[in-house]
């Protein structure tokens, strides 16, 4: 799963960026003399132009969000006559990782988009990238050091808690002494402890709630239905849940179901299928989900292709690609989950 960053960047939209916005500007930090307009400046567009290879390197695809990345780049990539993608196996091995990357390097790749298994640990490899005259775009879990990356781009886990908490304190604030729980992740992750904080942050602005468990889970259907399990045996009575990723939310259902419990409200984390399908139907307690979208994957591509053609992002008075872009962690419920149910991963 995804590490928050130490950064924070411009903030878009929960979908990729599309091909058409990633406009303007060419990539030299030379100072340029009565320059044009950024406006003016050549697109990155639909239009073919110059041919781009770019190296796409990402941990095993054992998470459905984590499955749904590799989907999202090769799909992306497929739309451009000038991309040619070399997308390596994927590993939560770093070493193996690291030997993967170095690879990609070696074959002279014009571009890389880079998911670390470990940020920490793949930190060197991106600097010999970068040493190397290979641009490389950081995707999610953050290296070290910017000098690691030309640009990254990533979901904001904070922001997943804080919105979480405010749809449920919106749906509760005219209650009196409600109660709330939480189905957190691995509590060992960096991301976990983020996605709490937001959730608690949030919180603290309605009054009449207080939070009266949390529980961690692992990310995986097994333990979100046993973690859950325990929480109703240990709770009789609470108004919301915040589960923090719909992978696990698939079995803190199933316990909520066999529990026979339908007297609160449920709002999960990431975006899966089955949860916007649930949202859809509407006959159960998972009434929305907050966004992680595995769309930064089409996203990432879109800018190595721009990196690779010496152009910019529309939309922006600059004639240089971001240095960080932070995706925004939207909230889908039934008002809005047709729009989104494209994008929901499996």
């Known amino acids: 799963m995804p590490q928050l960053p130490t950064r924070r960047g411009l ?19 030379e100072p340029k003399d009565a320059a044009p307009a950024a406006d003016d400046r050549p697109a990155a567009d639909d239009k073919p132009g110059k041919h781009v290879t770019i190296g796409f390197a990402g941990p095993q695809a054992d998470h ?12 992306r990539a497929k739309k451009y006559s000038d991309v040619t993608l070399e997308i390596t196996e994927g590993s939560n ?13 070696n074959k002279k790749v014009d571009v890389l988009v880079v998911l670390p298994a470990d940020g920490k640990a793949l930190t060197q490899v991106g600097l010999k990238a970068m040493r190397d005259g ?8 953050v290296f070290n050091t910017p000098q690691a990356y030309r640009c990254w781009i990533g979901g904001d886990n904070y922001g997943m808690g804080l919105n979480a908490g405010h749809y449920i304190g919106e749906k509760l604030k005219d209650k009196p002494g409600a109660k ?48 859950m399990a325990q929480l109703l045996q240990a709770q009789s009575g609470f108004d919301a849940l915040w589960n923090h990723d719909d992978d696990q939310g698939v079995g803190a259902l199933r316990a909520i179901e066999q ?38 994957a089409a996203s990432a591509i879109d800018l190595a ?33 047709d729009q989104y149910m494209p994008v929901g991963f499996r």
Do not use: H
Request: charged share 20%; net charge negative; with cysteine.
């Open 134 to 141: 290979i641009p490389v775009v950081n995707l999610d879990r």
């Open 259 to 296: 529990a026979g419990r339908d007297d609160f409200l449920m709002v999960g984390g990431a975006g899966a299928l089955s949860a916007f399908q649930a949202i859809k139907q509407d006959n159960g307690v998972l009434k929305a989900t907050v966004l992680y979208p595995p769309t930064m």
């Open 180 to 227: 709330v729980v939480e189905l957190a992740g691995l509590d060992n992750l960096e991301l976990t402890k983020q996605r709490t904080q937001g959730f608690d942050d949030a919180l603290k602005n309605y009054p009449n709630i207080r939070k009266v468990a949390r529980q961690a889970a692992e990310f995986t259907v097994e333990s979100g239905q046993a973690k």
């Open 64 to 75: 459905g969000w984590l499955n749904a990345i590799n989907d999202n780049a090769k799909s």
């Open 93 to 105: 091995d770093t070493a193996q990782q690291i030997g993967q990357i170095e690879t990609l390097i």
């Open 11 to 29: 903030l878009f939209g929960s979908a990729a960026v599309s091909a058409g916005a990633l406009l303007t500007a060419c990539t030299s930090n």
């Open 305 to 337: 292709r721009a990196l690779g053609q010496g152009k910019g992002v529309g939309g922006l008075a600059e004639y240089e690609i971001p240095a960080s872009i932070t995706l925004y962690s939207a909230v889908v419920d039934k008002t809005n989950v």
